[in-house]
């Protein structure tokens, strides 16, 4: 899906896989996507001890700590003074890290998800077409910490990781996937597109309202009260476009299908993370 978040969109055809409508891409035109999923990752105050950090203007993301099974460590991502830092010590450059998601050389983005959070994104009807958000908790040295946007996987690939090949189990175990390495339920799935990682800390990825709780964010227009799994609450929903976001939960799953307004919102934050 090379192209999303710019003026020449590719365009497409849509067939069915297994029921289930499966995005081919062309050459001009728009990409739909039917759901918008703010997917909550790495170091926070309960995973991790403290956020991660804003470095000379780029967000360094840290996975959450993982066990051993997982096989990388901080250090081999380079991410280990950071992650002493960002934990007051209790892990470095030793310490075993979840990496996921895993945004591959290629322009790859692999993520994996078990559990409750695999049985919600199943419920939502989560699949190819749909983009996840990548949010977690960020702190600019001497700045409160606040929620922004990280980077993004457009899906075009779901793969149940109890029912795949062989070979390809093999594959995703070859990159170090750590649900691949450690299946921890029979759900365990990993979604699988095109992705990227912001590079610059803008202030179009940040969701936390400046000068408030890293838990009030800035709402977009297009996003209201109902369309957004585990937000149902009414006093969720403030004035001033203000979303106090939940505190638990890992995938919020917004459902936009063709509305206009929330594809160009989605746009421009892609466009951002690819820094065009």
């Not at 749909?130 to 929620?147: M, S």
């Not at 990781?161 to 062989?166: A, D």
């Amino acid at each position: 899906m090379k192209g999303i978040g710019n003026s020449a969109l590719v365009a497409l055809t849509t067939v069915r896989l297994g029921g289930k409508p499966c995005i081919r891409v062309g050459r001009c035109g728009r990409v739909p996507v039917m759901r918008i999923i703010f997917s909550r990752k790495g170091f926070d105050s309960a995973a991790g001890g403290g956020p991660s950090p804003i470095v000379d203007g780029r967000p360094v993301t840290l996975p959450i700590p993982g066990a051993a099974e997982c096989g990388t460590t901080y250090g081999s991502l380079g991410l280990g003074q950071h992650a002493a830092k960002a934990s007051r010590g209790r892990y470095g450059e030793h310490s075993f890290c979840h990496h996921d998601p895993m945004f591959l050389a290629d322009g790859t983005c692999l993520f994996g998800q078990v559990g409750a959070a695999q049985s919600h994104l199943a419920n939502q009807g989560a699949g190819p077409g749909d983009v996840f958000l990548f949010f977690g908790l960020f702190r600019e040295e001497r700045q409160p910490p606040h929620h922004r946007i990280f980077g993004y996987l457009a899906v075009e690939e779901v793969v149940p990781l109890n029912g795949c090949t062989q070979a390809r189990l093999d594959a995703l175990r070859l990159l170090g996937h750590p649900h691949a390495l450690q299946q921890e339920g029979r759900d365990d799935t990993i979604y699988a597109g095109k992705g990227r990682k912001a590079d610059h800390a803008s202030d179009a990825l940040r969701l936390s309202v400046p000068g408030a709780s890293p838990s009030i964010w800035r709402r977009p227009d297009w996003l209201r009260q109902g369309n957004l799994t585990y937000h149902q609450r009414a006093d969720r929903w403030l004035p001033g476009n203000r979303l106090r976001s939940a505190p638990r939960g890992q995938e919020f799953v917004a459902k936009v299908d063709d509305d206009a307004a929330a594809l160009r919102w989605l746009d421009q934050i892609v466009a951002e993370i690819r820094g065009s």
